[in-house]
Each structure stands twice: as C-alpha cells, then as structure tokens.
C-alpha cells in the first residue's frame, strides 16, 4: 500500500534556474527539500504558484542603479500541462486555476511532482489571470489573493490530481496557511455549521509548519477588512469562531502555528528567537541543508565520485573527505575557479586572476545583510590587497523593487570599484540565480557573510560553497553557529561584535590581513586543509539528505491516513 503523501507546500519553489518561479533562499531551499525526497524516494508532492513574469530580471547601469523587467519564459518549454482544472472563490468571483507539472528526477530514478497552478486563462477576468503573473508583486490585495490561490488551491488541486492519500500538508512558511480552511471544510463534522475546535484538532494532525523569517515584519498579516473582501464569508465565520484571527489582523504565522501539530524554525539559533517571538508556541529546530548532487561543481563530483563513490547516495560519505589529499583538493578547486572566471570574462569582458584571492559575497541586497560591508574602510581593504598581490570581490544578488536602502547598497558596491581597481578588483554580476550561486559558491576562495545577528534565520549559501572546499568567513549567526569551527571550516566573527557594523568591518579587516591571507598566500597546505574540512565537517552535515531525514522522523512520522480520518467522520456523522 502506498504511503500517505506529504504535499510540500510553497509560495515559490526552484526547480532548475530556467524556469522562474523563484527569488532566492526560500524557493532554492524548497527546491532542494523537494529534490532530497527523490533522492530517497520519499512520497512527496511540491505545489506553488506558476510566475509567467518571474520575479523581476535585472539590470544595473554605470552608476549602480538597479533597474527590473519581466523574467519572462515560456512554461511549456520546461513543464507538462496538466487536464484538471480548479475553481476558487477569490474576491466574491470564480477564479479557474490550471495546473503544470515539473518532474524533479532523483538519484536513482525516482520521480517527485512539482504541480504549478496557473490563473492565466481565458474564462478568468483581467486580475484573475494575472495573480500567477508575478513573485511578491502588487499590493497587499494582490498578496492575499495570490496566497489564498495558493492555500485552497493545494487541497483542489491534489484532489483533483487523484492524490487522496495526503497525510501531511506542509507548509513552507504562512504564505500557504489558508490550506487550513479548505481542510476545515473537509474536516467539518457539522455539514451546515462552522467548524468545530474538535474539526481544527482533526487538521491540526494533518499540517506541519516551517517558519523562516525571524523578523517581524517578515510575517504576513492582513486587516479582516481586506480578509472580508478576499475570502468567502464562511472562511470568515471559521476564522473568528476557531479563534484563528487576532484583533482585526489575519496574521498567517498565527493561523499555521495554531493549526499545525508540529512546527519547526530552520535553525537552532532561529529556534530560540522564534520561540521568544511566540511564547507559548511550540517551535523546534531543523537545521537547514543544501542538496549535495545539486549544489557540488564538476571537478567536485569528479573528485568524490573517485575517492568517495556512493557519496550522491550517502551524503554522510563526505565526512571521509578528511582522507583526500590536498593537491586532489587544490586542482578541483582551481578548476571550479577557472571556470567561474572564465564565466565572468564571457559575460561582463571583466578579466579576473586565478592566482589573486577571491571573495564572494551573493545574496538578497537588503539592509540587515550588509552585503557591502568589506567596503566600509576601502583605504585599510586596499592597503592589505597591496601586502597580499591583489583582491578579488566578486557580488551578486537582487534587491527587492522598492528596497530602497538595498538599491542603494548595490549602488554603493558598483560606485566603490573605480577607486579600489587594481588593489581590489569588484565584479558585481546581475541576475544573480541558481546557476551563478552555483559558480560562485564554487569558484571563490572564501564565502563573506555578514548579517546584523540575529536576523539570519539560516542561510545556505555557506552551506554550498562547503560542498566546495569554500570556507566561510561569517558572523555567528543561523546555521554558521552549528558548523563553525575555526581555522577547520572557516573563520569566525562573534555575534557581539557582529551587532555593530564598525567592529565587524574590523573583524573582517583583522581576518583578513593576519590569519586568512597569510594561510592562502604563504602556507598553502594549511589553506587547503581548511577547504578540505569545510567538505569533511560542513558539507557532510548540513545538506538536504540528512534535513529531510529529520522532517521524516520529527514531522512526518505517524502522519495520518486521510483515509482513516475520513471513515472516522463517517461513523461520528
């Protein structure tokens, strides 16, 4: 008999770099749940929303300035479209959704749907059709119907699909928490009342919940007002009578956290900050991981699939990573470089150094990251490039279109360049995506990471460049408080000094010129260990084999047999 699925569900998950369905860290980390459970054979099905304009394609001028336009693509050169159709209420109107399907193909041959659900269709009105038109776009009206499509849409979809045997619903963040209702209304034992608290109990054992955002203005929440004009009166009724909603808002943190029978923040740190940011809530912690088959460079694979076969299979065989020796490690990692500068002359006509130490540093551009931070005393930064032969930086990532003060970080990095070339050489790549993060997580010398602790939920960019050889250089902060250990994954910036921005640029600084620089340019041996027990002690943890290994024995064990439940409501109806 076949197991009850777990349906994995996202506002955005990242299935290859082509198709655009995805902003950054939170759809590559769905992304790579989804491709760890055909690794394994999991039963498992991933649904989001289908973005026909992406989420924006960028473009920066001479000056730094960003500018965004439709990343637009055509589904049907990557994705299968589906018969079954939907139909919502969404705003007092029938909204059709369609539905695409991504197959993600495992290890050993294994298949895990991703389902797209699609508006774009002709019985739709002009708004209908484009709520799966664009990724975190519009207002907050535009928000909530994009995520109550996405909420009632799972459980329509699923069935209609011939997925009866849903045990588990997970939902990747609050964006999908309205799949509550739609399972309420299944669940209701009462066929002409509102649900009952003994009906949420029944979903309760149905959902799990994945919370990433450890700041609170990262939680979606919407006035009842806008909630009225969005979703069914019924919807409303149950909200208010199952106590769902609070004071006036529909906070979507809230209505998972009280509708889930397990929840789970993405670190162990993140964690302790969730747990104080909802008291009385019950949050534990699985530390995140990265997909090792995805996310390891060509001259990686080549080396483990030598020295360590079975690897893709095993993640944990990367802990004998300690065995390789280090010219094996020195000539796959000059390879992955090569091929990242090669790269960067193709598409920028920038020409940078296989022998100059290159730093990376790509991720959203938004404030509390503080992306530019190495920039902050560019006299002292040049002054050491001159000790050492030159330094590399090379940056990426997109700022959010009205992310002003990111905008202006970006500014900030490309308005740096001119004055530091020669000591400091900058290359600010655009449309940072899954195929440059894989680059350059694989083709530089260290991984930069600098966000204001504690606002790092997790982060996994580290995470892939460990799967490298790439050490971090990062402040104590989201998963790097579990995997440092210093001078043997990387280095280490403590989270008090990482709370001000003038002692971490002198962190860094310090790093750099007395411990860093000196390993890589003058002890090459003692580098190259580093890089090998960034693979050894990081990449052979915090991968996505060893995370859903965990979701399996903490979140979906015991799940219910949707099956079961329903001959339970028959005999109590």
């Not at 996405?150 to 588990?168: D, Q």
């Not at 080549?302 to 095993?314: A, H, I, K, Q, T």
């Amino acid at each position: 008999m076949t197991e009850p699925l777990v349906a994995y569900v996202s506002m955005e998950i990242a299935v290859a770099s082509g198709v655009a369905t995805y902003s950054g860290g939170l759809g590559v980390l769905a992304g790579d749940v989804v491709r760890a459970a055909a690794d394994a054979g999991y039963p498992m099905a991933g649904v989001t929303l289908l973005y026909r304009d992406g989420y924006f394609r960028q473009h920066l001028d001479a000056s730094g300035d960003q500018h965004e336009e439709p990343q637009t693509w055509r589904p049907d050169s990557a994705l299968e479209q589906l018969a079954p159709v939907v139909t919502l209420r969404i705003a007092g109107r029938p909204v059709t959704a369609g539905v695409w399907r991504y197959p993600v193909v495992g290890a050993d041959g294994h298949v895990i749907p991703v389902y797209f659900l699609d508006t774009d269709r002709p019985e739709n009105d002009e708004a209908a059709r484009g709520l799966t038109r664009a990724l975190y776009g519009g207002d907050a009206r535009y928000r909530l119907e994009q995520e109550a499509l996405l909420g009632l849409g799972t459980v329509a979809v699923l069935h209609a699909l011939g997925h009866e045997r849903v045990g588990t619903y997970h939902m990747n963040e609050g964006h999908s928490a309205l799949l509550v209702l739609a399972l309420l209304e299944e669940a209701r034992t009462n066929a002409h009342g509102v649900p009952t608290l003994d009906d949420l109990a029944r979903v309760r054992e149905r959902c799990v919940f994945t919370t990433h955002t450890p700041v609170p203005a990262g939680h979606d929440c919407f006035g009842l007002d806008l909630v009225h004009e969005v979703l069914d009166a019924d919807h409303v009724a149950t909200l208010r009578a199952l106590d769902l909603a609070d004071d006036g808002v529909l906070n979507m943190t809230h209505l998972a956290l009280r509708a889930s029978r397990f929840t789970n923040a993405v670190a162990m740190k993140h964690g302790e900050v969730s747990r104080a940011m909802f008291p009385g809530a019950s949050i534990s912690a699985i530390t995140n991981g990265v997909h090792a088959g995805t996310w390891t460079s060509q001259p990686f694979q080549d080396l483990f699939d030598r020295r360590l076969p079975g690897w893709r299979r095993d993640n944990w065989q990367l802990r004998q990573a300690i065995g390789i020796p280090l010219a094996e490690i020195g000539e796959a990692h000059a390879a992955a470089k090569h091929a990242l500068i090669d790269r960067i002359a193709h598409t920028t006509g920038k020409l940078l150094d296989p022998n100059r130490f290159t730093i990376g540093i790509a991720r959203r551009a938004t404030a509390y990251k503080r992306n530019d931070l190495i920039l902050r005393d560019t006299e002292r930064l040049a002054a050491i490039a001159r000790i050492f032969g030159g330094i590399q930086i090379v940056f990426g990532g997109k700022a959010h279109p009205r992310d002003w003060d990111g905008k202006a970080m970006i500014q900030h990095i490309v308005g740096s360049a001119d004055a530091l070339a020669g000591n400091v050489d900058i290359v600010y790549v655009e449309n940072y995506d899954m195929s440059w993060g894989a680059s350059l997580t694989s083709g530089t010398d260290i991984w930069l990471n600098t966000p204001r602790p504690p606002n790092e939920a997790s982060g996994t960019s580290g995470m892939k460049a460990a799967l490298n050889g790439v050490p971090s250089l990062s402040v104590m902060d989201g998963w790097w408080i579990e995997g440092a250990l210093d001078g043997t994954t990387g280095w280490s910036i403590d989270a008090q000094t990482g709370t001000n921005d003038e002692r971490t640029a002198d962190a860094i600084y310090t790093l750099l010129q007395h411990t860093i620089l000196p390993s890589y340019t003058h002890n090459r041996d003692n580098y190259l260990t580093t890089m090998r027990g960034a693979i050894a002690f990081n990449a052979s943890h915090f991968n996505a084999q060893r995370m859903l290994a965990e979701y399996a024995i903490e979140a979906y064990t015991n799940q219910p047999d949707p099956k079961a439940i329903s001959e339970e409501r028959r005999l109590a109806g």
